[in-house]
């Protein structure tokens, strides 16, 4: 039996995928083993424990497939520890915070509005709501994040956990200047890297693991792998606050946050997506990933060049990353306007808050642009200026239907050339 009406839905969205120009910055093409491995007969097996400790019978396979991608994980960040479970990079951020802290624990994150992430404090998230959340922003005057302000609000009150990491960050991290101003109020550092992992771990921004406590991570962005979370450490630690097991036995952190994840907050592990994470894992120990993932890089930056040269007001004026974020006040447009105006042109970003927006979320001031998606398609530096282009005449032109439709098609045409998966 083939149910048709959701084979065709998907077929519909494989055409969208490939006629399109796909530039939000969390998304990414999976390569077809990626796609095999989370498709696969895996998805039938229960696996709730760890390799070599499992609550069901018949584990024998998964656990090496589980062992295998803890492994190429280690290997690909120089970790000394990886839980590899988390569903996703929201589930990964509630073990950590489940595991080290007790409800009511103040935890300072970056500010939402400045880039970060709805599970680092948001009053609308877990982690809002059971934790007391402070927040550290972006200066005004050159988009970078204010290390003193951290600094300022950290010694003012003693969180437990402080949270680096962003969703919409063009920049790198200060991760030593981070972990110096943790050890002198006592907290652990959680750095959230779901966004530039892949730079990061072929060595091409800073090294959050030297300095971090505890990394969380997506699997499915720059990593370019199946859609889930993972968890690493470099080195393990005693555990501060002192908490124990039922028989009175200190427990290390790794320990932690293991039952932090089951059976703190997940049931039975996906197994085939954990296969499909080790496919991506081993790709991206290879050269060919490398030459990637540096080309990500040159193309947000050539991108960003592009959008300066043209007026467009980037923040902080350029980009470490593979992402930008761009306050489109000066040219009149909001964020909703210039995602659905894009939007019916083919070309994909998503509409983003900018620091110290006045405009409401779903409204917003900006749009926030990411290269890992063309550039899984072999795009390069002169296809950037080419979408820029493209990005600029349908923003210049929102009343002409006419015009909007001539630079679909032509967009429709040119991305034929560039195959999902080669
Ligand atoms: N929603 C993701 C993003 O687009 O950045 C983060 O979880």
């Not at 509630?94 to 595991?99: E, G, N, R």
């Not at 398609?377 to 600029?392: A, F, L, S, T």
Request: glycine share 8%.
């Amino acid at each position: 039996m083939i149910d048709k009406k959701v084979f065709d839905l998907i077929e519909k969205e494989r055409v969208r995928q490939t006629n399109g120009i796909e530039l939000i910055a969390s998304e990414n093409y999976a390569s077809n083993e990626v796609m095999a491995a989370a498709g696969s007969i895996l998805t039938n097996k229960y696996a709730e424990g760890l390799p070599g400790k499992r609550y069901y019978g018949g584990c024998s396979v998964v656990d090496n497939i589980e062992d295998l991608c803890r492994e190429r994980l280690k290997k690909l960040f120089d970790a000394s520890w990886v839980n590899v479970q988390p569903h996703s990079g929201a589930q990964a951020n509630a073990s950590v915070m489940l595991a080290l802290l007790k409800p009511g624990d103040k935890i300072l994150g970056f500010n939402l509005s400045h880039g970060g992430h709805l599970t680092h404090g948001s009053s609308v998230n877990f982690s809002g709501k059971y934790y007391k959340p402070y927040f550290y922003g972006v200066n005004k005057e050159d988009g970078l994040i204010d290390y003193n302000k951290l600094e300022e609000i950290a010694k003012k009150e003693k969180p437990k956990l402080i949270i680096c990491g962003a969703s919409s960050y063009s920049r790198d991290w200060n991760y030593k200047r981070i972990r110096e101003v943790a050890d002198k109020c006592g907290a652990f550092v959680l750095a959230d890297i779901a966004h530039p992992a892949g730079l990061i771990s072929r060595g091409l921004l800073n090294d959050p693991l030297e300095y971090c406590h505890v990394i969380t991570s997506t699997t499915h962005k720059t990593l370019r792998g199946p859609r889930g979370g993972v968890i690493m450490m470099r080195q393990d630690y005693d555990n501060p606050f002192g908490i124990k097991t039922p028989k009175g036995i200190a427990r290390k952190i790794s320990s932690l946050l293991d039952s932090g994840v089951f059976p703190g907050t997940q049931g039975g592990p996906l197994e085939h997506i954990i296969a499909a994470k080790a496919v991506a894992f081993k790709e991206a120990l290879s050269e060919k990933y490398f030459e990637y993932i540096l080309q990500v890089q040159k193309n947000a930056k050539a991108m960003s060049e592009s959008f300066l040269n043209k007026g467009y007001n980037i923040i902080s004026k350029g980009t470490d990353n593979h992402l930008m974020l761009i306050d489109l006040r000066n040219k009149n447009l909001t964020g909703k306007i210039a995602e659905e105006i894009l939007d019916s042109s083919d070309i994909t970003i998503n509409k983003n808050m900018v620091p110290f927006d006045t405009q409401s979320p779903f409204v917003t001031s900006g749009m926030r642009i990411g290269t890992a998606a063309v550039t899984t398609r072999g795009m390069n530096e002169k296809d950037m200026k080419k979408i820029v282009n493209y990005i600029d005449i349908v923003l210049s032109n929102i009343e002409n239907k006419n015009k909007i439709q001539e630079i679909k098609s032509e967009i429709n045409n040119w991305t034929s050339k560039f195959p999902l998966h080669k």
